[in-house]
């Protein structure tokens, strides 16, 4: 806003000091006792003149940004899409901004947009984290309160918050073995990625016992993956696989694109789950059985746990004791197997 638009001009033109002005529109009226009529008449002009708070002036006043950063290893993934879009919601709620940023797999993209996170002075983070190695992570939330949400690494001090991926593919598994099928092709995603690796963990210890081969392929959380290693798979192996367990919801739908162009039946010919939900797998012809990873739980726990550790900083407290959880999912059984 310009000139005369700003909290001495609203004290002004309602008859009420500047301080009662400040302390209404920075929300502060119940902890200060002013009366209902007087946040009406206040706000209402602050209204009418199109007020903005100087959130420089502001950010300096208070020692706070009120701007958490989010990073996420792929943007285009639907699943972190999904989950940044709660996270938004669940910090603006709190009347917080969201710094967005995408490694996109990269740890050296990753330590670029944690640091930049650290110099534009965000008060906390909440970070999908994609490196091998907690090393940054830990030094910078030295300095910036930082919680882990949806990956974490084994050895860390840091808190987090994921699924229990052993939990659900070992779930998930033993429910196609229940279902009687016995040459399982697994499509796994990013390698390093530790939600991936538990996959595979629960994947492999509910073959033990058993009478059904397997097999592992691919590389990334991606469309493109599902489809190549299906494709390549069905047309090359000796093996003849009647089910495909995709590690995440768009490896699924490469694989449903090259069973297709291969003739192949989804839940006749082939049957077909896949590691997490999304709306569109309920729409599919046949709906696909998955397994749901509960991504509203797991971020407001995230960031009741982020905005803990802020709190206790900032008043110079001792932090809230290390929260690392693994929330277990749920098996959604649709008509794909």
Request: aromatic share 8%.
């Amino acid at each position: 806003m310009s000139g005369k638009n700003n909290i001495v001009s609203i004290s002004e033109q309602t008859g009420y000091s500047a301080s009662t002005v400040s302390r209404v529109l920075s929300g502060k009226a119940a902890q200060y006792r002013i009366s209902q009529a007087a946040v009406d008449i206040i706000t209402k002009e602050a209204e009418r003149c199109h007020y903005r708070p100087n959130l420089v002036a502001q950010s300096l006043r208070t020692q706070t940004t009120k701007t958490i950063g989010l990073l996420i290893p792929g943007i285009e993934n639907p699943f972190f899409s999904n989950l940044a879009a709660i996270v938004i919601s669940l910090l603006d709620a709190r009347g917080y901004h969201t710094l967005l940023a995408d490694s996109r797999e990269s740890e050296a993209e990753e330590k670029h947009e944690l640091q930049l996170f650290q110099s534009r002075g965000v008060d906390g983070i909440l970070c999908a984290p994609a490196s091998a190695s907690p090393a940054v992570h830990e030094e910078i939330a030295r300095q910036v309160p930082m919680v882990l949400i949806d990956r974490y690494f084994r050895q860390t001090t840091l808190p987090y918050v994921c699924t229990d991926n052993y939990a659900g593919s070992k779930m998930a598994t033993e429910f196609l073995i229940g279902k009687g099928y016995r040459r399982i092709l697994a499509i796994q995603g990013v390698e390093l990625s530790l939600p991936n690796q538990e996959r595979v963990r629960g994947f492999l210890d509910s073959l033990k016992g058993s009478d059904a081969v397997h097999d592992i392929v691919g590389d990334a959380f991606s469309v493109e993956n599902g489809y190549r290693e299906t494709l390549k798979a069905f047309k090359d192996s000796p093996r003849r696989y009647d089910a495909i367990f995709a590690f995440s919801s768009t490896i699924l739908l490469g694989a449903i694109s090259a069973l297709r162009e291969l003739s192949l039946r989804v839940g006749k010919d082939v049957g077909v789950l896949s590691f997490d939900n999304n709306g569109f797998l309920e729409f599919l012809d046949p709906a696909v059985t998955c397994v749901e990873q509960p991504l509203r739980e797991g971020a407001e726990i995230a960031v009741n746990m982020l905005f803990s550790i802020m709190e206790a900083r900032r008043k110079g407290q001792a932090e809230p004791e290390t929260l690392q959880q693994q929330i277990p999912p749920t098996l959604v059984v649709r008509g794909s197997c």
